[in-house]
């Protein structure tokens, strides 16, 4: 299959490429939708959304998901969306890694694109009793981390990662030092000041929390954090088609 990153493809002829209902089904793709998904919002079937799945990758010359998305927001702003395609063009250079591997590049790339200390890729354990840190950035604060111990949450007091998991919501602080529930060794130990969190999940079985850190207050942007939601349906994809999916964390 042809790489998008050397595609012959204008960007402003995508909209040309593809019908007018694959055109809206590849842009829910890269809002990422499912074909279930899909199919409840245009009210169609599961089985002619993936029909027109097929014809999306086939006619943009592609073969993940995730490349489609990468074709649908060069299109959409080439500008406003240089940091999103960099980073999603980024993500799918991992090749049959497994999923500790794939976690790990994905960690990497997010701690250079959101020039964050430190960004964890945490993987409830199959007790569900911890969080996991599958993936680590390689930055002082994430080795620092490991140190500490601070890479294994428990579920039950591991602070805003915790909180993350249960509510299944996104959370941003600037001020991390003042969060009471935050766990003390990442507000004193590592000194973290900016936060923002949000869940991840890799397959239905294997969920987690995608986690950023900085030392400087007020780091993050609420922008941020949007991005952050989105990428994060594109890691766990990225980590379940490239990973061993059955890889879970002891």
Do not use: C
């Amino acid at each position: 299959m042809t790489d998008p990153r050397q595609s012959n493809l204008d960007p402003d002829a995508l909209v040309s490429a593809l019908t007018p209902r694959e055109y809206e089904i590849a842009v829910l793709i890269a809002d990422g939708l499912s074909n279930q998904q899909i199919a409840g919002r245009l009210v169609l079937t599961a089985g002619t959304v993936a029909n027109h799945v097929a014809h999306v990758l086939a006619k943009l010359g592609v073969d993940s998901r995730v490349q489609v998305a990468v074709e649908v927001v060069r299109h959409q702003s080439r500008a406003q969306s240089s940091s999103v395609l960099a980073l999603l063009e980024r993500l799918r250079e991992v090749r049959r890694a497994s999923l500790e591997q794939a976690l790990q590049h994905a960690t990497d790339v997010l701690a250079s694109t959101f020039a964050a200390d430190k960004v964890d890729a945490f993987l409830v354990d199959s007790q569900g009793l911890v969080l996991v840190a599958v993936g680590t950035s390689r930055t002082p604060m994430g080795q620092r981390e490991r140190e500490l111990g601070l890479d294994v949450l428990p579920l039950s007091s591991g602070g805003r990662a915790a909180w993350v998991f249960h509510e299944r919501r996104s959370f941003r602080t600037g001020h991390a030092e003042a969060d009471e529930l935050e766990v003390p060794g990442i507000r004193h130990a590592l000194g973290v000041r900016s936060t923002m969190a949000v869940p991840l999940e890799v397959t239905a079985q294997s969920r987690g929390v995608l986690l950023v850190s900085s030392a400087r207050p007020e780091h993050f942007s609420a922008a941020q954090l949007h991005l952050l939601q989105f990428v994060a349906y594109w890691v766990g994809l990225v980590a379940h088609e490239q990973g061993d999916a059955d890889d879970q964390p002891a």
